[in-house]
């Protein structure tokens, strides 16, 4: 089939596979390897991905279900040029080790930012409970989300 | 002119090199590699602990379209055995499957599609042979073989570590507690997937791309296994998502070189599910130990006796070294005159033991620390003092006689736990205990060896740039697996050329450009291959002053200073840009290449003597940690409130780099502790995914609290020494004190379950003493 929908700000246009699951289209057709599986079956939260600024897993969607929608991908929230504050806090807090977990927690870490610009390290936990690390002990995680919450711009309106 | 090995405090807290490149995703870690067009490979497993193949059509599988090859052990071109010290797993099994997880045959497809199709069309017919499944039976004279022609049956290894006279002096003493300790089967839950992509080369090599730890040894065992020459076989590792041991030995590579050789000259990639990597990953090995320890009246320790089996799972891998490093700590931090430990491994049909960060020491640490909580109870001591009077000091003698380095801290890892509140405020912290929940504190003392010890060359290689634009490129030989070495190098060469760290990159191990070095692993990465690059930087130093010298007309060289970017003359004020400098050398004279071997145990006691490879160790980090604990009286479940580590570990190069280890550890140790369980029965594991596999959540963890203190190895490169494991051995015996504490259970098996905890509250109020 015939997919379009917008990918990291830019629409894309794709021949593909309707049953092909999100994560080898992101991975292979776009190149797009910030997604990462660890399970392939929704446990372990390295695929995130953001659907309309909601978190998703990328292993447990299919191709066609990202039509029409606005997709995010890790590499779509900054760069090394220009990284977001998430991922800027997560390098200078210590939060990253092996880095397999990053790009899905800095995702998760975002759509929890949106709801709630302003978390206790409670609510951090719950909101990255579905992403595992085996690295880290969440700690540093756990800091750098906070720390980016800070920087963040608040909107007082 | 800034010394060599001199850290600066800000030096504590640089930001890993690696750090912003994982953050924006923008890391190509192995699994990242899919070349366009690449085939795909995947491996049929028996599912079945103990077997004879009957029958192996592969009729329907070649039928599938876009299948390329589908390969059993009689396509295998070598020995078809692989292994890192014995050789003795099949790559494909022949006729005799020995654990679930046995590869019977392997197929190459066009697509993932094709090749799934084409792996459920493999109906492998078993005649069933009975197993063997627990390290004790298989020693019994009437217990199923696991490999008919071994000699010496089911024991892989048997060994004895002895000191003095410990039954003579344990029957002497005034008091003497005992027990039986089990842990069991742990999978490292790595992120990254076991995975590689390879094809043929010219000339008959090989190149892979793995998420390997050990890519120099890789090639000897795909080498060995496939009868291939292992100079013609290429292995790169890039970043690992993780490893902890589980890819330190070969995991997809024999099979993906298999594949590759039937793949026409294509790439292809072979990636094992979550399911695929329970079944056939190694594990860290289950164990059951027995010791006694004694200890005159004023809990003065006198004497230990041990006898522990280890399962190996049905192939070697690193088993009987691994019992050994366990053995060989069994006696734990502490001074001990007299000591006994035996230790059997033996061969069973259960998942193959493998390396996992602690490497056998956590299972005897957790027996060890046991016996200490039980000799306080008798005696009537405070856990935390009674071990504090017997801690190891620098100079003494260990469990098996090795006198011990300076930087034995024992006393001060003791002294800094036991003086956070987690300790000292735990009783006004126990009586506030909420209504229906119970609360314990515990803590425990640890140590863990550096490096592979005596009989291993603990070495490594390195070879440094000086890039043609003036930059400088090390050339790494010991995969980054997470725990930052690259980043470390970086910092540590940084220091040592006096540039900053954008001067820097890093080539990632790459067997045909880096030079070789033992694995990453037995927490020696950092020291060894650390030092090794400090050589190498000195080097670099004195050619650098040397080649500017001929340019800035200077008679003595040691007058040059290195400042950012150059060579600078203090009386001429003049400075050499490094860009020019790098001009003006040849392709050859731009290298610095230098190398570095662990020393070792110089007068090794007189025991140990089945343990030719890696005993003793001379270099060791010291640990405490104290873990208190919250139990819902209704659920029995428990939740870990705290956890608080002390580590001397040599100077901090980088303090937020011992802090990651330190908490990555112990959430691994906690994990252990109350949740990991792989419910293994008769050869099979229950658990077999992440949702039945548990490994903590953000939501199951306090905020793990890490202390580094001052401490100094003078060997180590910026006086540092390996750390990366210690970490992992405080919980599980603290959380086990924590939970006796709060609810009078004995624990004597990890992990603890909430159904334990229930039946021991049950059996408090009814009298009678728990144990699990």
């Known amino acids: 089939m015939q997919l379009t929908f917008t990918l ?112 206790d390290r409670q609510a951090v936990r719950q909101g990255l409970a579905g992403n595992l690390c085996r690295c880290t002990g969440y700690v540093k995680i756990v800091d750098a989300v906070l720390a980016a919450a800070q920087s963040l711009p608040k909107d007082h309106a | 002119m800034t010394a060599i090995d001199a850290l600066s405090p800000e030096d504590a807290f640089v930001q890993r090199a690696d750090a912003l490149a994982k953050a924006v995703g923008r890391e190509q870690f192995s699994i990242d590699v899919t070349p366009p067009g690449c085939l ?12 004879a193949i009957t029958a192996l059509d592969m009729t329907a599988a070649r039928a599938v379209p876009g299948v390329v090859a589908v390969l059993t052990a009689a396509d295998v071109p070598g020995t078809n055995r692989q292994g890192i010290v014995h050789k003795d797993q099949p790559v494909l099994v022949e006729t005799c499957v020995r654990h679930c997880g046995d590869a019977v045959a392997l197929v190459v497809a066009e697509t993932r599609e094709a090749l799934t199709e084409a792996l459920d069309r493999i109906r492998p017919e078993f005649s069933p042979l009975p197993g063997v499944f627990d390290p004790v039976a298989a020693l019994l004279p009437d217990a199923p073989l696991v490999h008919p022609d071994h000699v010496g049956g089911n024991v892989l290894v048997h060994g004895l570590m002895e000191k003095g006279d410990a039954p003579a002096a344990l029957a002497g003493c005034d008091v003497v507690v005992e027990g039986e300790f089990s842990t069991p089967l742990q999978d490292h839950v790595f992120l990254e997937l076991p995975n590689g992509t390879a094809r043929t080369a010219a000339k008959g090599g090989l190149d892979m791309v793995v998420s390997t730890q050990a890519p120099f040894r890789d090639r000897f065992e795909i080498g060995q296994a496939l009868g291939l020459n292992p100079m013609h076989i290429r292995v790169r590792a890039p970043y690992l998502g993780g490893g902890f041991g589980g890819k330190d030995g070969a995991t997809v590579q024999c099979l993906l070189a298999l594949a590759a050789l039937h793949a026409g000259g294509r790439w292809v990639k072979m990636v094992w599910s979550r399911e695929e990597t329970f079944l ?63 230790g059997f491994c033996a061969y069973t049909n259960n998942p193959i033991g493998g390396a996992f960060r602690g490497f056998g020491v956590v299972q005897t640490s957790f027996a060890m620390e046991r016996c200490l909580d039980a000799l306080a109870l008798r005696l009537g001591r405070d856990p935390a003092a009674l071990r504090r009077q017997n801690a190891l000091r620098p100079g003494e003698p260990n469990a098996i006689g090795v006198a011990t380095e300076t930087g034995t801290d024992v006393v001060a890892c003791l002294d800094a736990v036991m003086a956070h509140p987690v ?111 400090l050589r190498a930087c000195r080097s670099m130093r004195e050619k650098l002053q040397a080649r500017a010298s001929l340019a800035l007309l200077v008679d003595d060289p040691s007058r040059l200073a290195l400042v950012t970017g150059g060579v600078y003359d203090p009386v001429t004020g003049q400075t050499l840009p490094l860009a020019r400098l790098a001009a003006f050398l040849s392709r050859d004279d731009r290298f610095c290449v230098d190398q570095f071997t662990m020393p070792v145990v110089e007068n090794p006691p007189e025991t140990g003597k089945a ?47 011992v802090e990651q280890q330190i908490q990555g550890a112990a959430a691994q140790g906690a994990g252990l502790a109350l949740f990991e369980d792989t419910a293994l029965t008769a050869g099979h594991m229950r658990a077999q995914d992440l949702s039945t596999y548990l490994i903590p959540t953000a939501l199951d963890l306090p905020d793990l609290a890490c202390i580094a203190l001052d401490d100094n190895e003078p060997s180590g490169p910026f006086g540092l020494k390996g750390m990366g494991e210690i970490g992992i051995h405080g919980p599980s015996p603290a959380v086990a004190q924590a939970l006796a504490d709060a609810t009078g259970l004995t624990v004597r098996r990890l992990p603890v379950t909430p159904e334990a905890v229930l039946d021991a509250l049950a059996a408090q109020t009814s009298g009678t003493s728990p144990c699990n």
Not at chain 2, 641 to 647: F, I, K, L, Q
Request: charged content about 15%; proline content about 6%; aromatic content about 6%.
């Open chain 2, 40 to 51: 795909w490979a995947g491996a049929k497993r028996a599912g079945v602990p103990h077997a």
């Open chain 2, 423 to 533: 300790w000292a405020n735990r009783l006004e912290w126990k009586k506030q205990a909420p209504p229906l929940t119970r609360r314990g504190v515990g803590i425990a003392a640890t140590l863990n060896a550096m490096g592979y010890g005596r009989g291993l060359p603990d070495a490594a290689a390195v070879k440094l740039e000086l890039t043609p634009s003036g930059a400088f490129l090390i050339y790494n030989s010991v995969p980054d697996m997470g725990q930052g070495n690259a980043s470390a190098f970086v910092q540590m060469a940084a220091r040592a050329l006096n540039q900053p760290p954008e001067a820097f990159t890093v080539c990632q191990p790459d067997t045909r450009c880096c030079l070789p070095a033992g694995s990453s692993s037995a927490s020696r990465t950092t020291y060894t291959f650390g030092n090794a690059l």
């Open chain 2, 280 to 342: 056939a990953g190694y594990k860290r090995h289950a164990a059951r130990i027995r010791l006694r320890l004694g200890a005159s009246r004023d809990g003065t320790l006198v004497a230990l006796t041990g006898l522990m089996h280890f399962d190996a799972g049905p192939y070697a891998h690193l088993s009987g070294e691994i019992m050994a490093l366990g053995m060989e700590h069994a006696g734990g931090p502490y001074r001990i005159p007299h000591t006994r430990i035996e």
């Open chain 1, 8 to 119: 990291n700000g830019a629409p894309v246009s794709v021949e593909t596979a309707p049953g092909r699951r999100a994560i080898d289209l992101l991975r292979e057709e776009f190149g797009l390897t910030a997604a990462k599986e660890g399970c392939g079956s929704g446990e372990c939260g390295a695929c995130s991905i953001l659907v309309d600024g909601s978190l998703r897993l990328s292993c447990l969607l299919l191709a066609a279900q990202l039509a029409g929608h606005s997709v995010t991908t890790a590499e779509g929230l900054g760069t090394l040029e220009a990284p977001s504050p998430l991922q800027t806090a997560f390098a200078a807090h210590g939060a990253i080790q092996c880095g397999f977990c990053t790009p899905g927690m800095t995702i998760a870490a975002t759509a929890l930012l949106a709801e709630n610009p302003d978390p």
């Open chain 2, 611 to 657: 343990f030719k490879f890696g005993f003793p160790h001379r270099y060791y980090s010291y640990g405490a940690c104290v873990c208190a604990v919250e139990v819902d009286e209704l659920t029995g479940q428990t939740r870990l409130d705290a956890c608080v580590t002390a580590v001397a570990c040599g100077q901090v190069l980088n303090r937020q780099g």
